[in-house]
DNA sequence: CTGAAAGCGCTTACAG
DNA sequence: CTGAAAGCGCTTACAG
């Protein structure tokens, strides 16, 4: 742990040029600059983040906020911010709020609020130049203040906050397309199982699909739309009461809000002695890795995880060059996976 | 961003005091101790991590040093570290190495030694008490030093340093139950579609496998071996160069060492017009999500990612308390989940 | 182009 | 029990 102290005696030059170089500043003769630089490669000197953190005002740092690691979206989403912040020379340091183990994946209780805010003072205290925000789930975000002197990008999720940008799945164009691709496919009885009634994702959604179908002049008030609570036994649940209405005809197509619904689904038709895809048409969201496992391989929608990293953080870097972001709220769309489901 | 010095001019006190209360020494008294708290929790403030880290000694912080965040296995393992290490009161800082992007998963790259390197200093110079490296896959870690001034921990991956203990899983034991579950149920014509010859985890499960046959009477030397190469397509190869082999009799069992490849397996058998469980038993290893989609649901065994993680915190902390450890490599062993697939 | 000095927000002996 | 002072390893005006 050599320190700039020895390092400068080493090198016969005073502790203020070492950092001059180090910061890349112009007022150092190229002569002492490759001299030192020659040395701090023999001793292998680190800079001692921890100090200079604590004097500098600009850290070239981004404070990553992170609902819960274990989310099946989240490291897709760290990969691509960290794809960006490298790229750009930034370094990157990370708060896991750990939503699901320690406030049963509720952002409404006190202590929930409570860590996050003081997570932000640290990140604060670190002078980080900004922060991203990393949703578990796509929610409305409430307690970020907007007052901070850093900018905040919240990715995967939304907020009304004027001045926090937000990027997020397209939602409405990904049912929208989904349901041309059904139509175009000769499907027109079509049904639908959400994710929840309360959910934004089923909201935009409903929204994309309703208006293609009104395209079509198909009439929406005829779709059967059953919430399957986002799990595969509530996807079952759901097929079930889809198949089962005995008012309505049977739908040729079922479009589930994501792939482990769509998998419960498969379940009930199984079961029925169906099968997804040749009797009904199955389409699943997420593509998540287990879409292409099941049998038949299941059509979805996958999700960009890492694109919206990338876009977070790109949004990050206008913010923090000042650059006009007219970008509150961005949707980065989906991409359609065809497999054999429909 | 209120500082100590303000909040001790706000108290009536001397930053020392403050210190000394926010670091629990006992030489304050109650009354000024429970004057300044409130007034702490009235003001929001917290103290400065980074200012405090560049003085003491004791941080009550362990460095993470993760391999690749987006390996299927990582996030649940920070998770099992985190439990213990908030339980303990400690906080934890992590760096991601990023290896499957930066370095094409490959630690012989120089250029992984080197970053993994700075990275160590950067720890040390946050002053950490303790480093957990986190592998992205089994294998054998060769560049931490072992003269470091802090306990490291391997979770996850083998070392042969004597000074760094491990935690993995047992693999030597999950073949052998695996084996003799298969007895168990009949069957004793095996074969094995393995990972990588050279892997670590492929010789320790064939010991297990083999000794269990041994115990039986089962001639070991003619169950078929073939390395799929870990994926989906691999071990749909392999299970094809199993079935095609003319020279020995058809297996009634296909032991894989995951379950993509068990994926790959039953694509062929369903390609063949066969059933997987009916006509040939398949089990896998891993229990990843996938498993249990798949069509029979896999009989597998499941890996305690989460349980790693917490051994591997509890050796830190046990080193860090200077307890005597006789735990070089520690084995967590694997949980069978028996489903229908044999 | 170079360096002496102040200071970032804390902790740690040490003196009282 | 309390506080003044030194110092952690840097960066940042500022003077030369």
Same mark, same amino acid.
């Given at each position: 742990?050599?320190?700039?102290?020895?390092?400068?005696?080493?090198?016969?030059?005073?502790?203020?040029?070492?950092?001059?170089?180090?910061?890349?500043?112009?007022?150092?003769?190229?002569?002492?600059?490759?001299?030192?630089?020659?040395?701090?490669?023999?001793?292998?000197?680190?800079?001692?983040?921890?100090?200079?953190?604590?004097?500098?005002?600009?850290?070239?740092?981004?404070?990553?906020?992170?609902?819960?690691?274990?989310?099946?979206?989240?490291?897709?989403?760290?990969?691509?911010?960290?794809?960006?912040?490298?790229?750009?020379?930034?370094?990157?340091?990370?708060?896991?709020?750990?939503?699901?183990?320690?406030?049963?994946?509720? +952002?409404?209780?006190?202590?929930?609020?409570?860590?996050?805010?003081?997570?932000?003072?640290?990140?604060?205290?670190?002078?980080?130049?900004?922060?991203?925000?990393?949703?578990?789930?796509?929610?409305?975000?409430?307690?970020?203040?907007?007052?901070? +002197?850093?900018?905040?990008?919240?990715?995967?999720?939304?907020?009304?906050?004027?001045?926090?940008?937000?990027?997020?799945?397209?939602?409405?164009?990904?049912?929208?397309?989904?349901?041309?691709?059904?139509?175009?496919?000769?499907?027109?009885?079509?049904?639908?199982?959400?994710?929840?009634?309360?959910?934004?994702?089923?909201?935009?959604?409903?929204?994309?699909?309703?208006?293609?179908?009104?395209?079509?002049?198909?009439?929406?008030?005829?779709?059967?739309?059953?919430?399957?609570?986002?799990?595969?036994?509530?996807?079952?649940?759901?097929?079930?009461?889809?198949?089962?209405?005995?008012?309505?005809?049977? +739908?040729?197509?079922?479009?589930?809000?994501?792939?482990?619904?769509?998998?419960?689904?498969?379940?009930?038709?199984?079961?029925?002695?169906?099968?997804?895809?040749?009797?009904?048409?199955?389409?699943?969201?997420?593509?998540?890795?287990?879409?292409?496992?099941?049998?038949?391989?299941?059509?979805?929608?996958?999700? +960009?995880?890492?694109?919206?990293?990338?876009?977070?953080?790109?949004?990050?870097?206008?913010?923090?060059?000042?650059?006009?972001?007219?970008?509150?709220?961005?949707?980065?769309?989906?991409?359609?996976?065809?497999?054999?489901?429909?």
């Amino acid at each position: 742990m050599i320190t700039v102290k020895e390092l400068a005696a080493r090198c016969g030059v005073s502790i203020a040029t070492i950092s001059n170089i180090l910061n890349g500043k112009s007022n150092v003769s190229e002569e002492t600059k490759q001299r030192v630089l020659k040395i701090i490669k023999e001793t292998g000197y680190t800079p001692n983040y921890m100090a200079s953190r604590l004097r500098a005002t600009k850290t070239k740092t981004i404070g990553l906020i992170i609902d819960d690691l274990t989310a099946f979206s989240t490291p897709s989403l760290v990969d691509g911010i960290l794809d960006i912040c490298e790229n750009a020379g930034y370094k990157t340091v990370s708060e896991n709020l750990r939503i699901y183990t320690k406030y049963e994946n509720q +952002p409404e209780k006190n202590e929930y609020k409570e860590n996050l805010s003081s997570i932000i003072s640290q990140l604060l205290a670190y002078k980080v130049e900004g922060i991203i925000f990393i949703a578990a789930n796509s929610r409305e975000v409430t307690d970020i203040p907007e007052n901070l +002197p850093v900018p905040v990008v919240v990715a995967y999720a939304y907020t009304k906050a004027a001045s926090i940008p937000t990027v997020e799945i397209d939602d409405y164009n990904a049912a929208y397309e989904t349901a041309k691709y059904l139509l175009s496919k000769g499907k027109t009885k079509l049904a639908v199982i959400g994710g929840a009634e309360t959910s934004i994702h089923d909201k935009k959604r409903i929204e994309g699909f309703e208006d293609a179908l009104d395209e079509a002049d198909i009439d929406f008030s005829k779709v059967k739309y059953i919430p399957g609570n986002w799990d595969r036994q509530g996807g079952y649940n759901a097929c079930k009461k889809i198949l089962s209405d005995s008012n309505s005809e049977t +739908p040729d197509a079922i479009f589930c809000f994501n792939d482990l619904m769509a998998a419960g689904a498969y379940d009930y038709l199984y079961e029925k002695g169906k099968i997804p895809g040749k009797d009904i048409a199955i389409i699943g969201f997420d593509n998540r890795e287990v879409s292409e496992y099941l049998n038949p391989p299941l059509t979805t929608m996958e999700i +960009p995880l890492k694109e919206i990293g990338r876009k977070a953080a790109e949004v990050m870097f206008k913010k923090i060059n000042n650059q006009k972001t007219d970008c509150k709220a961005i949707k980065v769309p989906c991409t359609f996976i065809e497999r054999k489901s429909v």
